[in-house]
């Protein structure tokens, strides 16, 4: 690399070179590493970045699956409440149908006591 510099004392412009040509092939190689370096970190940002997405929708796979076995959950709840509701319906039929058996029953007791007291009473009179 090669400066120009103006020494007050002196009126003409003097080249001064700070290196010799042979470091600065080093300093260039250097800087080309650097840059290097530099964009081998940029892709592994890159790189991470992905990976962060990645795992980012990973998880949104996951909350989007937990939710689906969340939904299936709650309509197996739903399930088994329209189970348990329908046993209880299943319930009060059989006891209305045992009830009406029962009323049933005590209707034709009931008939049965009216004939035979008819019955008595026809007899009777014959």
Same mark, same amino acid.
Do not use: C, W
């Given at each position: 690399?090669?400066?120009?510099?103006?020494?007050?004392?002196?009126?003409?412009?003097?080249?001064?070179?700070?290196?010799?040509?042979?470091?600065?092939?080093?300093?260039?190689?250097?800087?080309?590493?650097?840059?290097? !370096?530099?964009?081998?970190?940029? !892709?592994?940002?890159?790189?991470?970045?992905?990976?962060?997405?990645?795992?980012?929708? !990973?998880?949104?796979?996951?909350?989007?699956?937990?939710?689906?076995?969340?939904?299936?959950?709650?309509?197996?709840?739903? !399930?088994?409440?329209?189970?348990?509701?329908?046993?209880?319906?299943?319930?009060?039929?059989?006891?209305?149908?045992?009830?009406?058996?029962?009323?049933?029953?005590?209707?034709?007791?009931?008939?049965?006591?009216?004939?035979?007291?008819?019955?008595?009473?026809?007899?009777?009179?014959?």
């Amino acid at each position: 690399m090669v400066y120009y510099v103006a020494f007050p004392t002196i009126s003409k412009i003097k080249l001064i070179s700070s290196r010799k040509d042979g470091e600065m092939g080093e300093l260039r190689e250097l800087g080309e590493l650097r840059k290097l !370096g530099e964009l081998r970190e940029l !892709g592994e940002l890159r790189k991470l970045g992905e990976l962060r997405e990645l795992r980012e929708l !990973g998880k949104l796979g996951k909350l989007r699956k937990l939710r689906k076995l969340g939904e299936l959950g709650k309509l197996g709840e739903l !399930g088994e409440l329209g189970k348990r509701r329908k046993l209880r319906e299943l319930r009060k039929l059989r006891k209305l149908r045992k009830l009406r058996k029962l009323g049933k029953r005590r209707k034709l007791r009931e008939i049965l006591t009216i004939l035979h007291s008819q019955f008595s009473i026809l007899n009777s009179k014959f």
